[in-house]
């Protein structure tokens, strides 16, 4: 596995709000199966292997086996730190900008 | 005060072409350079606009901090209140600041504000990038920022 994470595909790859909150679940419970996130998902166990597949192929997500389990877990350092960085920032900055303009403009 | 007034331009875009992790915005003001540069860089608005109380002297390796949240309890929601220690890196009055920035919860990244007349009003791009890649935290991070702008 661990594909090549470009920042080009890690961005395409969050461009969906399942992948971002199955992204959270992992960051905050740590590595889990398919059906694990499926009890915590208004979703199928189907749909979350295929959105997990997505975010396997763009390196933000690796599948370790353990014993007969497949656990999920965010690629370490990957992609999704920087994909999650741009995101943090950009929120930032947008509510700075807004203030800035508050402070120029008024 | 009129909130009409010259609707904002913000224009955000990730650059595909960079190879690290960048983010870029640029937005334009109704106002000319210097007022804008002295509302960037003032440290009583920088504050206001930054949200965080600020010491900050405007002044090539000069080092600054920014304190607790203060103004919106959002805004910086993953700092857990740690100061963040900031060094001044390049001045050029009315056109050009540059300073990195770390705290303990998060890597050091540098930041890069330009403004430009355009037409009677100010373009300021802001460009903002992590150090050097991969994650760098806690006590490294703050050394890391101080070490470089030695």
Redesign the interface.
């Known amino acids: 596995m661990g594909a090549a994470a470009s920042p080009a595909a890690a961005l395409a790859a969050l461009a969906d709000p399942t992948r971002q909150q199955i992204l959270e679940l992992l960051s905050e419970h740590g590595p889990q199966s398919a059906s694990a996130l499926a009890t915590r998902l208004p979703i199928t166990r189907q749909a979350i292997a295929k959105q997990l597949r997505i975010l396997t192929e763009a390196g933000l997500v690796q599948a370790d086996r353990d014993g007969r389990e497949v656990l999920f877990d965010l690629v370490a350092g990957g992609a999704a730190d920087a994909a999650s960085w741009l995101a943090a920032t950009a929120d930032r900055w947008q509510q700075r900008i807004d203030r800035l303009h508050r402070l120029v403009d008024g | 005060?009129d909130d009409e007034?010259?609707a904002?331009d913000?224009d955000?875009d990730?650059d595909?072409a960079a190879d690290d992790?960048t983010?870029r915005?640029e937005?334009e003001?109704?106002?000319d350079p210097s007022?804008?540069w002295r509302?960037?860089t003032e440290p009583k608005?920088m504050g206001?606009?930054?949200?965080r109380p600020v010491e900050f002297t405007l002044e090539p390796g000069a080092e600054g901090t920014l304190g607790d949240d203060d103004?919106?309890a959002?805004?910086?929601r993953?700092s857990d209140d740690v100061a963040t220690v900031l060094v001044v890196e390049e001045v050029d009055d009315e056109r050009r600041l540059v300073f990195r920035w770390a705290s303990a919860t998060e890597a050091p990244?540098v930041v890069e504000l330009d403004l430009r007349p355009v037409g009677g009003r100010t373009r300021?791009t802001?460009v903002?990038r992590?150090l050097r890649p991969?994650?760098v935290a806690g006590a490294t991070a703050r050394a890391c920022v101080l070490a470089l702008a030695a």
């Open positions: 005060m007034h010259d904002q913000i955000a990730i595909p992790t983010y915005v937005t003001f109704d106002a007022t804008v509302v960037l608005s206001e606009w930054l949200g103004v919106d959002d805004i910086d993953d990244t300021l802001i903002e992590p991969g994650h």
